[in-house]
């Protein structure tokens, strides 16, 4: 089991409320325990960015928690209403982020009111902030999240298990039941790295060199993005329309496996160039390859599709296949393109900043 930072973060951000509050005598301690669990955020930015909702939808949920009580008490159903209007108020105001901490507030100050009803929901309501500036601080210091690290390999993970699926799929390999579960979760994890990639989008610098050399490195890992769900798409078109394909010409079966078989190749290589692991560099020759590879599979699919003989109706239900692979192959030459731009222009702020995977 690996544990991640956000782990040791949410644990950290619970002691020092625990820590906090016990120092400044407030009770019960578990309250901002409670409220730092809530507050913690995946990244530094998210955290300034989310602090100014946090204190403002707690003191909301505060006033309507003081004024109903005063009002009407504490009953079950009063608590039900406070919360259902705290709900209300943050989806409104668009802070949606922050309604479960909101909502907990609410239920923390209504829970057992005494005489003195002011005084005691001011000490929670405290023990509560006391939680979100210790997650807070948490958040700013310890930890800080290698967001470029995990969206590179996640990525390259995410893309390599997809070329395998290629692969396998154009040399008639696959097992249509392990392919089916493996799409299902590719899609999954390309939406995970999507949200990954905004979270490293977000995350800003705030010296001039650095903010160009993110602004490059956002727009790389954009196109890595763009390029590996274009092969998921190329992985999905095989597996819907492999029937039609293996009743194709044996010469069309190969030039297409021999041409995913090219750009997989090429896609892997510019991923590793990234790394450093290759050289930086793309060749004449290979873009040359990539252009004619295009121009002789659209060709030979013509070819094949005005004769007589062939039944056209399933050469169509092929065409979507060829115009992915068209479409692949232009992402890629812009990636590539992409890569050995960043390493050709400005190279003193163009550095990588991808560790090794601790296994």
């Not at 946090?54 to 109903?68: D, H, K, T």
């Not at 995410?158 to 493996?182: F, G, P, V």
Request: charged share 25%; proline share 3%; hydrophobic share 45%.
């Amino acid at each position: 089991m690996k544990l991640g930072a956000r782990i040791f973060k949410t644990g950290l951000s619970i002691t020092l409320s625990l820590y906090v509050a016990m120092l400044l005598e407030m009770n019960p301690p578990m309250f901002a325990a409670l409220a730092a669990t809530f507050a913690i955020q995946p990244s530094i930015y998210k955290s300034f960015q989310t602090i100014i909702e946090q204190i403002q939808g707690n003191i909301i949920s505060a006033l309507l928690a003081v004024i109903f009580v005063l009002t009407f008490g504490h009953h079950p159903f009063v608590v039900g209403v406070v919360v259902i209007i705290v709900i209300a108020i943050n989806i409104q105001l668009k802070m949606n982020a922050i309604i479960p901490l909101a909502v907990a507030t609410v239920i923390i100050i209504m829970e057992s009111p005494t005489d003195d009803f002011v005084t005691f929901a001011s000490t929670r309501f405290l023990l509560i902030m006391v939680g979100i500036f210790s997650a807070f601080i948490v958040n700013l210091v310890f930890i800080p999240p290698k967001h470029e690290t995990q969206l590179y390999h996640k990525l390259s993970d995410c893309t390599e298990n997809i070329i395998k699926w290629i692969r396998l799929l154009t040399r008639n390999d696959a097992k249509q039941k392990m392919l089916k579960k493996d799409l299902s979760k590719l899609k999954e994890a390309l939406v995970k790295i999507d949200n990954l990639f905004l979270l490293y989008k977000e995350e800003r610098n705030y010296f001039k060199k650095r903010k160009y050399a993110k602004g490059r490195k956002v727009v790389l890992f954009r196109q890595m993005l763009v390029t590996s769900n274009k092969a998921l798409a190329i992985l999905k078109a095989l597996n819907r329309r492999e029937n039609e394909l293996h009743h194709m010409p044996d010469e069309l079966q190969m030039l297409i496996r021999d041409r995913l078989d090219y750009l997989t190749n090429y896609h892997e290589r510019i991923l590793l160039k990234y790394a450093g692991k290759v050289k930086s560099q793309t060749t004449e020759e290979c873009i040359q390859e990539v252009c004619l590879g295009k121009q002789e599979l659209t060709e030979l699919f013509m070819n094949f599709y005005k004769k007589d003989d062939i039944d056209s109706n399933e050469w169509l239900h092929l065409f979507p296949v060829i115009a992915q692979i068209v479409e692949y192959s232009d992402q890629l030459e812009y990636l590539d393109k992409l890569v050995d731009s960043f390493f050709t222009y400005h190279k003193l702020e163009n550095e990588v900043n991808i560790k090794e995977r601790e296994d």
